[in-house]
């Protein structure tokens, strides 16, 4: 697969774009383009064009991949870790951002899953104006003073983590394999000492909420339902402090 994306045009990369059905078909998209296609500026202009398509596909595959709003409903699966992008590979027109983005290391906007037409409209222009050589200024992301884990610390990215901690049959499935696979277990050990706990993608996510909301360790007492509960009585007064770098509870 990787070397037959290497030899595919300008012209089959852009139809490869619109159809791309795996999380690994978009990243031999991404690579074979970064590798051949990087000072195409015509390339370039015709993937500004598909920004304003919102046609949709439920990506396979997604094992390790990270996009915060697709955790929070349901289309991927959160494993502890992996790669964050914060477009929307869902969508042509978030995946042809994410390669304008990694083909010019610009940033003009991201693409959401709840990006408006308008809002489209309006990050197509500017990579239309600035492939015309226009000055176009740069979208300047959230910043999270003394975060220890920036990828993990906007609102989107509490929401899902939450949200992941929630009972679901696949995120078990996960866990059973891993543990299988790596430890020969048919089931989590009882020594909360032991390495196999990290099988379980939840023992990640309760720990960078603590760290996120400045406890020092992992506090049992606050499990998956007391974090859904919190996060619905407090989402919309969650304020990030920068000196502690955590959130607060805006009073």
Known sequence: ???????????????KNLNDK??????????????HYIDDKNYLKSLAEQITDTTETKLKGTSRLIIWDRISNGDIIFEGKGLVIEN????????????????????????????TKN?????????IDFLNEKTVEEYKPEQFKNSKIPE???LSAVKALIVSLQANSLKDEITKKCLKK??????????????????????????YLAMLFGDEKVNESKDAKWWLSFWNENKDNLVWNPENGIYEVKK
């Open 1 to 15: 697969m990787y070397d037959d994306a290497q030899k595919l045009t300008t012209s089959e990369l852009l139809e």
């Open 22 to 35: 795996y999380w690994s078909e978009v990243f031999l998209t991404l690579n074979a383009s970064v590798n």
């Open 88 to 115: 929307d590979l869902f969508t042509v027109a978030g995946r042809a951002n994410q390669l304008l983005q990694n083909l010019t290391n610009k940033n003009f906007g991201f693409v959401t899953i709840n990006s």
């Open 119 to 127: 809002e489209l409209k309006t990050l197509k222009n500017k990579w």
């Open 152 to 154: 993990i610390s906007s």
């Open 182 to 207: 790596v430890y020969n277990l048919d089931k989590m050990p009882d020594d909360k000492n032991s390495s196999a706990i990290y099988c379980d993608p939840d023992s990640y996510t309760y720990a």
